[in-house]
Structure formats: C-alpha cells, structure tokens
C-alpha cells in the first residue's frame, strides 16, 4: 500500500494541544482539560496529524468487531500514539478515505494476523492491495459517495430523533394512564412524591398491605452441589439485562438446587411475583412467568387479591422511576434497603380499573413499539445500503459519472 505512508510526530514540548479522538468513524475534537486523570505532561506521547491523515485503530481487534476503525483527519491536532497515522501520497484523500472505510466494513482488517492477534501495526497493512483509478475518477468517486453517504446520514438522523420522540411519548403515555387511567374523572393532591394528582376515588396504600414484600438470598458458592443438576430459577444480577422492558421473566442465568432452598434464606417464590433490583441497576423489574427464587439484589412482592400484578409491574417499570432514582444521593452505589421498600406506598384503583390500565398500556404500547422497530429497522437497512455503496464505488462497480 504505497499510496499511504506511516506519520510519526510526536507531540514533543506540547506544540499542539488540539486533542483529537477517533469515534463512530470520525475525527472529532476533545477538551484537552476534560480528560479525567491525565496529566498535561502526558499530551507529549501523543501524535501530531495533519489534515487528511488517514487515522486508523487497529486495537482489540478480536474483541470488539463492530467498531469502525478508520477516518480522515480535517484538521491538525493530536491523537493517541495507540492509533495509526498514515499520510496519503500519489491518491485522493477523500478517496483513500472511503477506500479504507470499505475495508473496514468487509472486515479486511480483521483477517490479518491470523485472527488471534488483538492489534496491528501499520507494517502489518503496508502491504495490502489498493484499487487506484485516475486522480480524476478518484476525486469522482470521492465527490459523490461525499454527497450520497450525506444524504443517507441524515436520513439516519431524522429516524433516531424520531425513535427518541416515539420513546419519549412512550413513556409519558404509559406514565399518565398509569396514574390517571383510562377515562377523565375527579382528582386530588396526590401524597406520593412521584404522582402529582391522582383520581379521588382511587386509594393510596402501603404497598405492604397488598402484597407481601419477599428478600432474596445467595446460598454457598462453596457448595457446589447445591448449584450442579439445578432446575430451579434463580433470579440474579445476570438477568437485569433481560428485564429490560419486558414484562414477564420465564427463565434465569442460573438455577439451584432443592438443597440450596432449604440450606438458605432463598424461598420459592409463585409465579405472577413481581421483582425489583435494589441495587446495582436499580429499578428493573419483571413479573415472574414460573416459580422462582431471587438473590438478595431483589426485592419481591406476592400480590395480593386487591392488587393486579401486573399493575403494579406498570408502576414500577414507568411511573415510579423517577423515584427509585432518587435513590442514588450521588453515591456510585446505588440500594434500596429494606425499611425503605417496606414503606413504599401506591396508588390503588379497583381491581377492574387496574386491568383495564393494562389492557389500554398493552395495546397502545405495542402500537408505539411497532413504529419504533420500524424505525429501527430502516436505520439498519441505511446502513447497510451506505456500506454497500461505499464498496460499490470504490471498486468500479458503479460509473459516478453516470449516476451523478
């Protein structure tokens, strides 16, 4: 690859301090006094780069295969020594540009070494095989995949920004029938900190005197027969990510045995138990779809007839958020301790209310959700179709001019 050529300026006597970072496929700027920990003195180990460096990161190759790890430089300043610099010399920067970004995105890169290797150095691409058309068709090349991967750029932006308002309403809509219901009526002052008004023929109550409130328990790790030939769920840390908007959990990261139940605290709990994570991520939540036992990171209720399980799942994944956030009181570590669990109160609409909150939320969710999946998905065929372009250009398959 003579066309590129490895730049090594260090940043000696702190010359430059415009720090440059490589993020999402792009050169972006950085406050030199933000960065947390690092000493000024620590800039001199950096690399000066100049305008239409080709920079490349060529780190953790094996681990982190989506990352693009490759873009132009449109201003002077400094970069990570981790990162390749190369100066293109006999091509089109803005070429060159998307030339490498078509070997980012067919995984070239990742071949090299023989896959084991988790980086590589420049002399390790030095030598890899470049499509060089005519400096005219380059700048051709370069001036159109410019204007189209624009266009698909912003038809991006706009799907994201709409996926943001489309959660946003969401979350107001699950919150406000959470709270208020499905028909307009009569309402009060609300005692709750989370809940400004409420309707008036609606109850506040111990969530204690409606459900029974349960507390985990780890048996010993040391036993391990207690955790081999397992059957039983075990509700753990490892399953917050799973929590994440769904409403039922029917399986665990882990299980444990019958031994480990009655050599511990841990109890079995009935299907339809609503759990909450007290610390760590604070606030997930799930209803249990089988019988299941919990760590002590959970708290759980037993509902009783008064109270809808599901309801109260509603509460706790939307309109009570806010308020499990508070919990945090800046500290990194984030509980819920017990005597506060025990002194959660609730708004209590009768039982065929609540299920006709649940009913509306389901279905009005799942009409927001579709319009968010769609989104998603056209995001993701973008996407797809830039990539596809970009290798398209590059390698002669379409005539710019042509389609310009």
Request: hydrophobic fraction near 40%; charged fraction near 25%.
């Amino acid at each position: 690859m003579s066309v590129l050529h490895e730049s090594k300026v260090k940043n000696l006597g702190l010359t430059e301090n415009n720090l440059l970072s490589l993020s999402f496929g792009r050169i972006i700027r950085k406050n030199i006094d933000a960065v947390g920990g690092l000493l000024p003195e620590s800039f001199e180990t950096y690399q000066i780069v100049e305008r239409n460096h080709v920079v490349f990161r060529f780190t953790d190759l094996q681990n982190d295969q989506r990352s693009l790890r490759s873009a132009r430089v449109t201003e002077r300043g400094i970069i990570t020594s981790a990162y390749v610099s190369a100066r293109p010399t006999g091509i089109d920067a803005r070429y060159a540009e998307h030339l490498m970004r078509s070997y980012d995105l067919t995984k070239v890169f990742y071949g090299l070494g023989g896959g084991v290797r988790q980086s590589l150095k420049f002399s390790d691409i030095a030598r890899l095989p470049v499509i060089l058309p005519p400096a005219e068709e380059q700048r051709a090349i370069a001036d159109y995949l410019d204007r189209e991967t624009a266009r698909i750029d912003t038809l991006i932006k706009e799907q994201q920004r709409l996926i943001e308002m489309l959660r946003e309403r969401r979350f107001a809509l699950r919150v406000r029938v959470a709270l208020h219901g499905t028909a307009q009526t009569e309402e009060v002052e609300s005692p709750l900190p989370w809940a400004k008004k409420l309707p008036a023929h609606w109850r506040v109550v111990p969530l204690t005197s409606v459900a029974e409130l349960e507390s985990g328990h780890t048996p010993s790790r040391s036993r391990e027969d207690w955790w081999q030939d397992c059957y039983i769920p075990w509700v753990s840390l490892h399953d917050v990510g799973m929590m994440r908007g769904a409403k039922y959990l029917h399986d665990t990261a882990q299980c444990i045995s019958d031994a480990g139940i009655a050599n511990s605290s841990a109890r079995l709990l009935p299907a339809r138990t609503v759990v909450l994570s007290r610390d760590a991520t604070v606030g997930r939540t799930a209803i249990m779809g089988v019988p299941m036992a919990t760590s002590q990171h959970f708290a759980a209720w037993v509902c009783g007839p008064d109270l809808d399980p599901e309801y109260l799942w509603v509460l706790f994944e939307d309109a009570m958020q806010p308020f499990f956030d508070s919990f945090q009181n800046g500290s990194t570590i984030r509980t819920i301790g017990m005597g506060d669990l025990k002194s959660f109160r609730i708004p209590l609409p009768p039982l065929d209310e609540q299920r006709r909150i649940v009913d509306c939320l389901d279905e009005e969710t799942s009409k927001i959700d579709m319009l968010i999946e769609e989104a998603a998905r056209f995001i993701e065929l973008s996407k797809e179709r830039r990539s596809a372009l970009i290798t398209a250009a590059v390698t002669g398959q379409i005539d710019v001019r042509e389609a310009a």
